[in-house]
């Protein structure tokens, strides 16, 4: 499916050379948006003043974020009309925060901009980096529908103050457009009950959210937070989908946002509890912070209901599976990639230049000399491998590939994640993200993952 890069005279790239955002079938894929502009109150527009109190110390760092989240929210309203659709058609918004203290402070200003806001996940990020360093990032994927295409326009599935599990804060826990339904990240708080409780033990949820219990206190203080909020979560997650005739076998994308890397392999148990047989794709990422008051996961899925008669397909790893879930799930004209990582053909973590072929070694060799920590540039270039592989695996190739978001711990790694890329792609390039986290992969290990969706 052809792509189309889109040329917003208002806004310029965070990450040039990337476009904006870019257009591919139905779908529009909108860039890591970054504000330029307003420093302060003072260069706001009334309705972005509210949050004011006109004393320079108690406004000094408010200020900041809600003029970073009004200009951010000021550029994708300009993407959205540069490329035809509106703000009402935002199917899914990620939002990173370089302090989620001060995230009310953004909220307010969301509500201006999106009254019906889009499903979102809200992360603690380490920075916010793209054309200088900012308290608050966004990208998105709305939807530019079309007479007799998949996509319809956006409905709203459970909205903010849906009854039995009403939002943490301002955004639709789901929408659909057409047969696919797009999920915010949903926490571990049960909303719905007063004082509005953390799960945090198996005390917490039913006897059949206890199968990882020992019944010992050391193993189970331990393993019972994350066990207990992961199986809650996806509960909740399955009940929604169930609401709308739909079950776990729909979903084909899963997200996991993680506050503690060394949760990921009791998260990895309760994973394939719910998902036995039919895996969807899955990325992992340590962040540094998810949801609030002590949540250790966040998860975020995206559905196909099976029923639209949409081709569904599982396209295997190249080499062995680093986790429970394909390389790539075909979802109609959508192609969810699982977080690459940069693992060899055993699914192993690569070290350095001396794990590549010939020809890896070339390209990696003259970059581990710039390289912040020692194996960075050979995983990236693995990752790229492995993301060209998958792609191939499901006949496509790397052009197909819409949006790209990159996990990295450090700013300075970008310089060798880019030179790594432009030796796989250097044209026709995709929506790009890159987001700084304590975590980039699923283990502490992994120096970079790469997040990818395509359209065909």
């Not at 406004?59 to 929210?73: G, N, P």
Request: negative net charge; charged residues 20%.
């Amino acid at each position: 499916m052809k792509k189309a890069p889109i040329v917003c005279e208002d806004v310029s790239p965070a990450f040039p050379p990337y476009p904006v955002a870019v257009k591919a079938g139905e779908l529009l894929f909108v860039s890591g948006l970054r504000p330029v502009g307003p420093a302060g109150f003072a260069d706001l527009p009334e309705a972005g003043r509210e949050q004011m109190q006109g004393y320079p110390l108690a406004d000094l760092t408010e200020e900041r974020v809600v003029a970073d989240s009004w200009a951010v929210h000021d550029s994708l309203e300009k993407v959205l009309v540069a490329a035809g659709t509106h703000r009402d058609q935002v199917l899914r918004q990620h939002i990173w925060q370089r302090d989620k203290r001060y995230f009310p402070s953004y909220e307010q200003v969301r509500v201006h901009w999106q009254p019906t806001p889009a499903p979102s996940s809200g992360l603690g990020v380490t920075d916010v980096i793209g054309r200088g360093r900012h308290w608050i990032g966004v990208d998105a994927i709305a939807a530019c529908t079309q007479a007799g295409g998949v996509f319809g326009e956006r409905e709203v599935m459970t909205d903010v103050y849906n009854p039995d599990l009403p939002a943490a804060s301002h955004y639709c826990q789901a929408i659909r457009s057409g047969p696919f339904a797009f999920f915010a990240g949903h926490i571990p708080i049960k909303t719905a009950e007063p004082g509005k409780p953390l799960v945090n033990s198996y005390d917490d949820v039913p006897e059949e959210g206890r199968f990882l219990s020992t019944g010992r206190s050391h193993p189970d203080s331990r393993h019972g937070p994350i066990a207990s909020q992961t199986w809650y979560v996806f509960n909740e997650l399955r009940r929604t989908l169930a609401g709308h005739g739909m079950d776990m076998e729909d979903v084909v994308n899963v997200s996991i946002f993680l506050s503690d890397l060394r949760d990921y392999s009791t998260y990895h148990r309760v994973h394939t509890h719910f998902f036995p047989e039919v895996q969807p794709s899955l990325c992992v990422v340590g962040f540094d912070e998810v949801g609030h008051r002590g949540t250790r996961i966040e998860i975020e899925i995206t559905a196909m209901d099976r029923r639209s008669g949409l081709t569904r397909q599982s396209f295997p790893w190249p080499g062995t599976a680093p986790f429970a879930a394909p390389a790539v799930t075909q979802a109609g004209p959508v192609y969810y990639f699982s977080g690459m990582v940069g693992v060899d053909e055993a699914g192993a973590l690569v070290r350095g230049a001396d794990s590549l072929t010939e020809a890896g070694r070339r390209a990696v060799l003259p970059m581990e000399k710039i390289e912040r920590r020692p194996g960075l540039a050979a995983q990236c270039w693995m990752a790229w491998e492995q993301l060209r592989a998958a792609a191939a695996g499901a006949d496509m190739e790397l052009a197909d590939i819409s949006m790209t978001r990159v996990y990295l711990s450090d700013p300075a790694d970008l310089g060798v994640y880019e030179a790594v890329r432009e030796t796989f792609i250097d044209e026709d390039l995709p929506a790009f993200e890159c987001v700084i986290v304590h975590g980039p992969g699923p283990v502490a290990e992994s120096l970079v993952q790469i997040d990818a969706i395509g359209m065909k």
